[in-house]
Antibody
Framework: EVQLVASGGDLIQPGGSLRLSCVVS????????MSWVRQAPGKGLEWVSL???????KFADSVKGRFTVSRDQSKNTLFLQMDSLRAEDTAVYYC??????????WGQGTLVTVSS | QSVLTQPPSVSGAPGQRVTISCTGS?????????VHWYQQPPGTAPKLLIY???NRPSGVPDRFSGSKSGTSASLAITGLQAEDEADYYC???????????FGGGTKLTVL
């Protein structure tokens, strides 16, 4: 059974850094394309990042240069490193498996609040 | 302002049929890219509902169907049930933005 469990969300001050984790089961994290999607409070979904199984990464313009993504196969975990955080980064962050242009399995989300 | 445009809300009585539209442009839906639909009940994570325009993942009832034509797509729900009350999002790829894009979401209310 495929499962994704995201964690690491917190209250962080503007300009700060945070690392989110997404532990996956049911497949090997480096064998599939993986993504992060966020949802600001009361708002819609916004794609944030994608890492292809081969390691190539892509980011939304809104986070490019501030966010990075990595994977640890030994822990079967996907990470999102978020630096220079801004108030507008406040959102629930979902990790999702990506396949043929769609997000086919989603984690439960973790809340990041950027505020002083 | 979302790249893909959806109505903010739709409603229907139990047993009725509703449709949700998703309008894009020549750089996304009107290009070669598929449209996918997600269902998000209140307080939960999104779930893939329709993929590649009109296909249902295993376990999704056949009351849900999707279609695509030109620069638009549509999600239809027949035999409305109370449990269908949720937010629904369309999604595709935009080649001018080089990004995966979502519609703004449609809140379905079952009266």
């Amino acid at each position: 059974e495929v499962q994704l469990v995201a964690s690491g969300g917190d209250l962080i001050q503007p300009g700060g850094s945070l690392r989110l984790s997404c532990v996956v089961s049911g497949f090997i994290v480096t064998s599939k394309d993986m993504s992060w999607v966020r949802q600001a409070p009361g708002k819609g979904l916004e794609w944030v990042s994608l890492v292809y199984s081969g390691g190539i990464t892509k980011f939304a313009d809104s986070v490019k240069g501030r966010f990075t993504v990595s994977r640890d196969q030994s822990k079967n975990t996907l990470f999102l490193q978020m630096d220079s955080l801004r108030a507008e980064d406040t959102a629930v962050y979902y990790c999702a498996r990506f396949s043929s242009g769609r997000f086919d399995y989603w984690g439960q989300g973790t809340l990041v609040t950027v505020s002083s | 302002q979302s790249v893909l445009t959806q109505p903010p809300s739709v409603s229907g009585a139990p047993g009725q049929r509703v449709t949700i539209s998703c309008t894009g442009s020549s750089s996304n839906i009107g290009a070669v890219y598929d449209v996918h639909w997600y269902q998000q009940p209140p307080g939960t994570a999104p779930k893939l509902l329709i993929y590649a325009n009109s296909n249902r993942p295993s376990g999704v009832p056949d009351r849900f169907s999707g279609s695509k034509s030109g620069t638009s797509a549509s999600l239809a729900i027949t035999g409305l049930q109370a449990e269908d009350e949720a937010d629904y999002y369309c999604q595709s790829y935009d080649n001018s933005l080089s990004a995966w894009v979502f519609g703004g979401g449609t809140k379905l209310t079952v009266l």
